[in-house]
Structures are given as C-alpha cells and as structure tokens.
C-alpha cells in the first residue's frame, strides 16, 4: 500500500510517499480499499507542529476515508467484502489502504460517488454538532460563518439552507458570486471589510443568532461582539495560528495573546454562551456519531445536501493539497486520491 507520511516538522515538502505491506484487518475490523480521502486543516497544524492531539512524528495523519471492503477480520458483523463505505479514521487516512472498525464505517448508496462519501465525514459532522446539535438552528435565525467556502463552511451552509437559517459569511471576494448562488445572503470581503461592522449594519445592530469561527485569535473576541441576545458562539480551530506553510512561534503566541477570556457574569448578562467543538476528541461517543451520521446521509440520499468537493489530488501531490488550501484556494472539500465511481 502507500501512505502519505509527515516525515518531519515543516512546509507541504516534508510530506513523503511510502510504500508498505498491506496490512490485514485484526479481529473486529475491516479492510477497506481507499478511494479517496480528506484533506483537512488539522492535517496542516498537525503537519507544523502545531497540533497536540497528533501522533509523535513520523507519521500518517488523516480522519475519513470512502472506498470499498476487500476482507472482513473475524467476528464482524454487518459488513462483507465489496460493500462500498465511508469510515472515520483516527490517523491513518492518507493511505490508498486502511483497516478500522466496523464502529467507525458507514455504508454509502451506490448512488454516491467515493469523493463525496469522502467529503461528509469530517466537515458535516463537525456543522452539524455546532448547528444541529448543540445550536439548535431554526427558521429565521441569522448565522455567520467564518471562511464560508471551505467545506465546513459548505456544509453549515446547506445545513442552514435546509432549516431556513439566513447565512452571512466570510471570504475572498472572487468567491462572492458562487457563494451567492448557493444560498449565502450576505458575503463579507474578509481581507478588505471588517467582519464585526458589517455584521452590525447587515443586522441593523441586533448581531447574530449563532457564529461558527475556526480563525482564532482576535476573531473569536469579534463573534461573540457579534451575537445577539441568546446568540451561541462555536469556536472549531485556530487557522489564524498558520499563516504561512512553515511554523511561526510569533503568530502562534500573537494568536494564543488575542484570544478572548470568556468571564461567566458578563456572559449571563448578556444572554450569551461560547462552545468549543473538536471532533477528535468524540471518537468513545460512537453511537452518537453514527445517529448524527445516518441523519446526514439521509439527507445526502434525498438531495438535501450535495458535498461540495473543490479538488482531488493524487497521494503523491499531498503536498501540494497542503498548499492550495493554505493558500485559500479551495471552495468546498479537498481530497487525496482520485476514486470516483
């Protein structure tokens, strides 16, 4: 098989190609053929040294994988060779082969391509926690969402859409059209226009319902200023901390000084609650995880949600994957792989 490995801290180079032995699933595992994986920014930091749930280096990172079952370890039940499937991965998904738990994997309709299975995983389960969730999101209620066409940006989108939640969004400007055409009510030019005043003129002063921020830093002071009465934010990353494709102690600490202090009195005052999400951190909730992910494919099967993959990337062009997405290139999910059927 071949893996993608961080061989060491640094810029996308240091991602490398490896070949190994198939591996052969244990007891109460299955053996999947990876058609195509996700890419996520947890890669990235993880990719930088800046991110502590990651395995000691070397080593193989990514959460979700889509492909199809080629052999069945003993005592499994529910699956057998050939199904195609989607699966959570706790490490380990940049491979073209991977074995994980039946706990941990989805079977996919076969009208599902592999790159879409592969984009569901991470991206609507971490907007639907936020939204759905925890965040309750209902009709008439005004979202803002930070980094509006990356994929969980995408997916909070479609998630807003089907509840009839109105979005305000963060990004580039040369992605305000396509944004638009996708149910996005208000685009906000991040590099140009200040998110917190515009939230405050498009909402006439009366702030947003819920903000879901991945930024960091000061970012996370301006949502919460941003929300209304009952406003709800959730706080998911810290992109802010990786401005360039290398580690940066000075950005890193800049972001960790910026970082609002939440005190409990002015927070009950002002009718206001902060949320912190981490999908990696909820891997014992397992049949929580697969009720929320059986509603998402639900809604996938009925037309209600259409994962929005940007790019696919051969495992040997990991690096560059890295790269297009620090360069804040991508709108929607950005893969390794290249299955499609």
């Known amino acids: 098989m071949k893996q993608v490995w961080i061989t ?9 190609v490896r070949e190994a032995p198939d591996p052969e699933p244990a007891a109460g595992e299955v053996r999947i053929r ?6 996520n920014f947890a890669d990235v930091l993880a990719r930088m040294g800046l991110y502590p749930d990651a395995p000691p280096l070397p080593t193989v990172v990514g959460y979700e994988v889509a492909g199809v079952i080629d052999r069945v370890g003993k005592d499994v039940q529910g699956f057998r ?3 195609r499937v989607g699966a959570l991965t706790r490490f380990g998904g940049y491979a073209d082969v991977v074995c994980v738990s039946p706990t941990q994997v989805s079977p996919l309709p076969d009208t599902l391509s592999f790159q879409k299975a592969a984009a569901i995983p991470v991206n609507y389960l971490t907007a639907w926690i936020m939204l759905v969730h925890l965040g309750c999101v209902r009709e008439g209620d005004r979202v803002l969402v930070q980094a509006v066409a990356g994929g969980v940006g995408q997916a909070a989108v479609q998630i807003c859409r089907w509840r009839g939640a109105e979005v305000i969004g963060t990004a580039s400007a040369g992605k305000h059209e396509r944004l638009r055409e996708m149910g996005v009510a ?17 909402t006439g002063g009366n702030g ?16 919460y200023r941003s929300l209304a009465h009952l406003g709800r934010l959730y706080v998911f990353g810290v992109s ?11 950005a890193a600490v800049r972001g960790l000084w910026n970082m609002p202090r ?3 009195i002015p927070m009950m005052n002002r009718n206001r609650g902060v949320h912190g999400v981490n999908l990696g951190h909820l891997w014992k909730r397992v049949d929580l995880l697969k009720r929320m992910q059986s509603e998402i494919m639900e809604r996938v099967q009925d037309g209600t949600f259409d994962p929005v993959v940007d790019r696919v990337f051969p495992l040997e062009q990991a690096a560059d994957a890295h790269a297009w997405i620090q360069d804040r290139k991508n709108f929607g999910k950005v893969l390794l792989g290249g299955g499609s059927a």
């Open 8 to 16: 060491r801290r640094g810029g996308p180079e240091v991602l490398q």
């Open 34 to 39: 990876v058609e195509a994986s996700g890419v």
């Open 81 to 83: 060779e050939g199904d």
């Open 186 to 202: 208000h685009c906000i030019d991040y590099r140009t226009q200040d998110f917190e005043a515009e939230v405050k003129r498009i």
């Open 208 to 223: 947003v319902d819920i903000a879901l921020d991945a930024v960091g830093g000061e970012s996370f002071a301006k949502s």
């Open 240 to 250: 802010s901390f990786a401005p360039g494709k290398r580690r940066s102690i000075p």
């Open 262 to 264: 939440f005190s409990p």
